[in-house]
C-alpha cells in the first residue's frame, strides 16, 4: 500500500492507497482514520473530535476550532489533511477517456478545455484541474456558481500525480 505524506508549513497531508474496492462507507471511515492519523501525530488527538458545519456547510471540530481539516477518497485513495489555517483537499481516480467530453461540458471553462484538449494526455490533466477546482471550493467552504465558473488556480495550491490518481490541496 502506497503512503504519501506532505508537508508545507503547518499543512500536513496523508494519503493512502486502496489496494482493494471498498464500499462509498468504508471508503468515508478510513477518511476519517487517516485523520485521526495525523491529529494523533500533529495535535496529540487520540480520538476523533466531534465534526460539525458551519453556516455554509463546511465541516469543522467542535472543540478545536483552530484545527482546520478536509478529506477526500476516491476508488484508488484515501486523503486527509490538517492545518492551523483554511486547507482543502481532493483526490480523484484519473477519468477514463469516455468520461472526458461529458465532463467538460459541464465542469470545465472554454480556457480550461483548450488546455485539457491540447494536453498530451487529456485525461490526466482534466482531473488535475478538477482536482484544484475542488480544493479550492472546499478550503473557501463556499461553493458559488456553477463548477465551470470555480477558479482552477490560485496561490498555495499544491497538485501531483500517483500511478492511478490526482491530487489536490490549497491552504489560506
Request: with cysteine.
Given at each position: 500500500?502506497e503512503k504519501?505524506?506532505?508537508?508545507?508549513?503547518?499543512?500536513?497531508?496523508?494519503?493512502?492507497?486502496?489496494?482493494?474496492?471498498?464500499?462509498?462507507?468504508e471508503?468515508?471511515n478510513?477518511?476519517?482514520?487517516?485523520l485521526?492519523?495525523?491529529?494523533?501525530e500533529?495535535?496529540?488527538?487520540?480520538?476523533l473530535?466531534?465534526?460539525v458545519?458551519d453556516?455554509?456547510?463546511?465541516p469543522r471540530f467542535?472543540?478545536?476550532?483552530?484545527?482546520?481539516?478536509?478529506?477526500?477518497?476516491?476508488?484508488?485513495?484515501?486523503?486527509?489533511?490538517?492545518?492551523?489555517?483554511?486547507?482543502?483537499?481532493?483526490?480523484?481516480?484519473?477519468?477514463s477517456?469516455?468520461?472526458l467530453?461529458?465532463l467538460?461540458?459541464?465542469?470545465?471553462?472554454?480556457?480550461?478545455c483548450?488546455?485539457?484538449?491540447n494536453?498530451?494526455?487529456?485525461?490526466?490533466?482534466?482531473?488535475?484541474?478538477?482536482?484544484?477546482?475542488?480544493?479550492i471550493?472546499k478550503c473557501s467552504?463556499?461553493?458559488?456558481?456553477e463548477?465551470?465558473?470555480?477558479?482552477?488556480?490560485?496561490?498555495?495550491l499544491?497538485?501531483a500525480?500517483?500511478?492511478?490518481?490526482?491530487?489536490?490541496?490549497?491552504?489560506?
Open positions: 500500500m504519501i505524506v506532505c508537508r508545507q508549513g503547518d499543512v500536513r497531508i496523508l494519503i493512502l492507497e486502496n489496494t482493494r474496492k471498498l464500499t462509498p462507507m471508503l468515508s478510513r477518511a476519517r482514520n487517516v485521526l492519523a495525523l491529529l494523533g500533529y495535535y496529540g488527538i487520540s480520538e473530535p466531534l465534526i458545519k453556516a455554509g456547510g463546511k467542535a472543540d478545536y476550532p483552530s484545527i482546520h481539516f478536509s478529506l477526500s477518497h476516491c476508488k484508488a485513495a484515501v486523503m486527509a489533511a490538517v492545518a492551523d489555517r483554511p486547507v482543502g483537499c481532493d483526490v480523484e481516480d484519473i477519468v477517456g469516455e468520461e467530453e461529458e467538460m461540458g459541464v465542469a470545465f471553462s472554454e480556457a480550461e483548450r488546455k485539457i484538449r494536453s498530451s494526455s487529456p485525461a490526466l490533466e482534466l482531473t488535475r484541474i478538477w482536482t484544484r477546482k475542488e480544493a471550493v467552504g463556499e461553493v458559488i456558481g463548477p465551470c465558473e470555480w477558479p482552477s488556480e490560485a496561490p498555495n499544491v497538485t500525480d500517483a500511478d492511478r490518481f490526482v491530487f489536490s490541496y490549497h491552504w489560506r
